[in-house]
């Protein structure tokens, strides 16, 4: 199986499966010099974590990182150095229950890769779904809180915006609230979650899922990254994105909004501000304009859809060519969205320490 690798010169490999004995990344390409705490890498991997609510999937996994290589510590015993060489983390699996997906091993889930991966490789692991399961994104997590150290200055956040037919209200949005403890949801409006808790109890209880938007947001980025023709950054954003798993669209700035209006209200004016520098009057192109950054805050969003697992029976095949009807047991989250929000900061981050690094290198600054 080919194809396990992401980036240029800030290049992540990722490897393990669901349900085997640990996942985990290797980065080549983290520039020499950076420092990062193994607590920093942890703090990612716990907001991503399963089991933290009931709105998520219930396997318990502590998703401990080990960091194996790439770097050397520092007398605090806490911090450490990249070398420039390959920074190498891993995750044990320690909740694995390969016996919940025993009656599917013949069967083909809809909605889920298995059909396609038995048409490509001749065979599929049926326990979670094996590299197709969300259960790999941990490591991208994991390589997304190095990537964040790459760029001085830049900070990247996610929310969700909407679940199901359920959206934020804009006006009350809350950087703050989206990281508070009570907050189960990844939300910046306080006045959505008992909206939110009340619609996800009614669709897990009927034994459903839905889909959700997350919106990521990248602020401190320079100016410049990117290239014009086959290495836009909002392309490479974009299709980082959309191999998350259950991405189903992805839209920059105002997306597909911008089909709506006219070209006056879409235009994203200028003007000389007081330290002689470009000053934009909106944002509406996300930050990004010939697929270069802009020095604006970029603005990403993706869809994610229902999560396929579902109690509820749907018409399917098995491989011996007979119709059936599946039902998919085991712990799955009623909106997969929820989690979706890390490691879409995660993909974004790298994205753009991937450019930053290219630009560097071109430009020599």
Known sequence: MSHNTFGHLFRVTTWGESHGAALGCVVDGCPPGIRFTRAEIQHELDRRRPGKSRFVTQRREPDEVEILSGFVPE???????????????????????????????????????????????????????????????????????????????????????????????????????????????????????????????????????????????????????????????????????????????????????????????????MRIGNDGNAVFLSNKAGGILGGISTGQEIVARFAVKPTSSILTPRKSIDLDGRDVDVMTKGRHDPCVGIRAVPIGEAMVACAIADHYLRHRGQTGR
């Open 75 to 269: 007398d605090d015993g806490e911090t450490m150095v990249t070398t420039g060489t390959p920074v190498s983390m891993l995750i044990r699996n320690v909740d694995q229950r390969s016996k919940d997906y025993g009656e599917i091993a013949r069967q083909y889930r809809p909605g889920h890769a298995d059909y396609t991966y038995q048409m490509k490789y001749g065979l599929r692991d049926y326990r979670g779904g094996g590299r197709s399961s969300a259960r790999e994104t941990a490591a991208r997590v994991a390589a997304g809180a190095l990537a964040r150290k790459v760029v001085p200055g830049m900070v990247v956040r996610g929310a969700l915006v909407s679940v199901g037919v359920k959206d934020i209200d804009r006006s009350r949005w809350n950087w703050n609230f989206v990281e508070d403890p009570q907050n189960p949801f990844f939300t910046p409006d306080p006045d959505s979650v008992p909206v939110f808790t009340e619609y996800l109890d009614s669709i897990r209880k009927a034994g459903s899922s839905v889909g959700a938007v997350i919106e990521i947001v990248a602020e401190g980025v320079p100016a410049g990254l990117g290239a014009p023709i086959y290495a836009k950054l909002d392309q490479e954003i974009a299709s980082n994105l959309m191999s998350i798993n259950a991405v189903k669209g992805v839209e920059i700035g105002n997306g597909f909004e911008a089909a709506r209006i006219t070209g006056e209200e879409n235009a994203d004016e």
